[in-house]
Nanobody
Framework: QVQFVETGGGLVQAGGSLRLACTAV????????MGWFRQAPGKQRESVAS???????KYADSVKGRFTISRDNAKNTVYLQMNSLKPEDTAVYSC??????????????WGRGTQVTVSS
């Protein structure tokens, strides 16, 4: 059974940092591209960052230079380091395996996500 468990969210002031982690179960983690997505209240889910099986990365324009995605294949875990957080980063953050890294297409498997709230 495919599962993703996200941790590391919380409440932080603008300008602060958080590090999210997502552990995957039920997939051959090292062979798969992974992605972080977020969904704010009243908005559609959007891609934040992606990492290929080989370690290549892509970012949404809104987070470039502030967020860093990385992976530890030995731990089946993908991370999202978020610096210089802004109130507009407030959302539920989730990770999943990508069906297509180039297009950033997510799978149909999602964890519960982790809430990130940035106060002004």
């Amino acid at each position: 059974q495919v599962q993703f468990v996200e941790t590391g969210g919380g409440l932080v002031q603008a300008g602060g940092s958080l590090r999210l982690a997502c552990t995957a179960v039920g997939i051959t983690f090292r062979d798969n591209a992974m992605g972080w997505f977020r969904q704010a209240p009243g908005k559609q889910r959007e891609s934040v960052a992606s990492i290929s099986s080989g370690g290549s990365t892509k970012y949404a324009d809104s987070v470039k230079g502030r967020f860093t995605i990385s992976r530890d294949n030995a731990k089946n875990t993908v991370y999202l380091q978020m610096n210089s957080l802004k109130p507009e980063d407030t959302a539920v953050y989730s990770c999943t395996v990508l069906r297509n890294y180039r297009l950033g297409l997510p799978s149909d498997y999602w964890g519960r996500g982790t809430q990130v709230t940035v106060s002004s």
